[in-house]
């Protein structure tokens, strides 16, 4: 089988959960299917590297584009991929962050993260929100195979896209195991100047539905005797709005924004919180979610259906738009350390269930039935 992979998308560093989706159910499917193989259509931005990045052997054709320019991105996925993955002789093209193309002679799986720009309309420009719905909705509709990575998306994929449920496999995202070597999370603490506070962690990038600015808020309502410091790893959190509104409300000297993290120093902050705090707006899954819980930490999260669909009853829940609410779930769960150590262990247990090998198993399955219709 030679299937295409259309990153178009990524921009390794920045992409977040989507740069992670690729990494790992590529190695996963690799393994399970070695002689699969595999073109990896990327951008400028990923560069040549990114494919021998992903897996031995795996093919890397670069188009003439950036995803940093939306347009240059649309017109990527509109025309350019169908053309270079026709060149390429693939059997399948797989998209694998919510844009497609609509035409080309191979068959076509697209992956549909999430539906933010029909969930939080007032969140986007006009013409951005335009624009990603008219390559939604085309990718979607002449796709022989989509797949949602939660129940919950594929609901929200039948009633805004109008597919049909019978044409959507749900394929919940793996987590990545703990290393074996040991977290620096005793250095993280010095050098973020920690001493013996208790640690709030929040892993997400600065984006509208993220939240970010109400988790500040919320901070700021919590007693300075039982305030934790608050440590935000993601990309472009030490830019825009954030620093200013540390200052305006007054948590400056409580706050490390980190900006993009390594996966090492992301496994020594995990080792270091007390808590993992996710106050999104809306998710299509949640993997920092799953991630903190295979590590045992505590997570305090949005009371919205893909994140409960990943914690079921490991985590706390708050209303996202309520500052007080979000204070009040980390204070419980900061000051009781009973609960903490019995959220821990029901953490563990329920991302035990989640694996990239089994994403990848059904990724595979779903190939097939794409290249059997």
């Known amino acids: 089988m030679h299937v295409g992979l259309d990153l178009l998308y990524l921009i390794p560093g920045e992409t977040g959960g989507r740069e992670t989706y690729a990494r790992e159910l590529v190695a996963a499917m690799l393994a399970q299917a070695p002689e699969l193989k595999l073109t990896a259509f990327v951008s400028r ?13 795996v093919r ?25 993955a026709r060149r390429a002789g693939v059997e399948l093209l797989h998209s694998m962050a919510n844009f497609a193309p609509a035409w080309g002679p191979f068959r076509r799986v697209v992956t549909i993260h999430d539906l933010h720009y029909r969930a939080l309309p007032e969140l986007l420009p006009w013409s951005m929100r335009t624009g990603t719905a008219a390559l939604v909705w085309m990718g979607a509709r002449s796709a022989d195979r989509i797949i949602a990575v939660s129940a919950s998306g594929r609901e929200e994929i039948v009633t805004g896209l109008g597919v049909g449920r019978e044409r959507i496999d749900v ?28 640690v709030a962690l929040a892993v997400a990038s600065d984006l509208p539905h993220k939240n970010l600015g109400k988790l500040i808020d919320a901070l700021a309502l919590i007693p ?48 270091l919180a007390d808590c993992l705090v996710v106050p999104s707006l ?21 009371d919205i259906a893909a994140l409960r669909e990943v914690a079921g009853d490991a985590a706390r829940y708050f209303d996202p738009r309520a500052s007080e609410q979000i204070a009040s779930k980390m204070i419980e769960v900061l000051g009781d350390s009973t609960l903490a150590e019995r959220m821990r262990t029901l953490g563990r247990e329920r991302a035990g269930s989640f694996s990239w090998a089994a994403a990848a198993q059904k990724t595979l399955a779903s190939y097939r039935r794409a290249l059997a219709r």
């Open 45 to 57: 931005d990923a560069g040549d590297g990114f494919g021998t990045e992903l897996g031995e052997g």
């Open 60 to 84: 890397t054709v670069i188009l003439p584009i950036s995803p940093a320019s939306r347009a240059q991105w649309a017109l990527g996925e509109v025309a350019l991929i169908s053309v270079a």
């Open 171 to 198: 394929i919940p995202n793996g987590v990545r195991r703990p290393t074996t070597e040991q977290p620096a999370a005793q250095d993280e603490r010095v050098c973020l100047r920690l001493g013996r506070r208790s």
């Open 224 to 271: 300075t005797s039982e305030r934790p410091v608050l440590v935000i790893a993601g990309h472009r959190t030490r830019e825009g709005g954030l620093p200013r509104q540390l200052a305006s409300v007054g948590v400056s000297e409580d706050v490390r924004l980190l900006g993009s993290c390594s996966q090492a120093r992301l496994e020594a902050l995990y080792a």
């Open 282 to 302: 809306h998710e299509g899954f949640g993997l920092p979610v799953l991630e903190a819980m295979s590590r045992s930490l505590p997570v305090v999260c949005s």
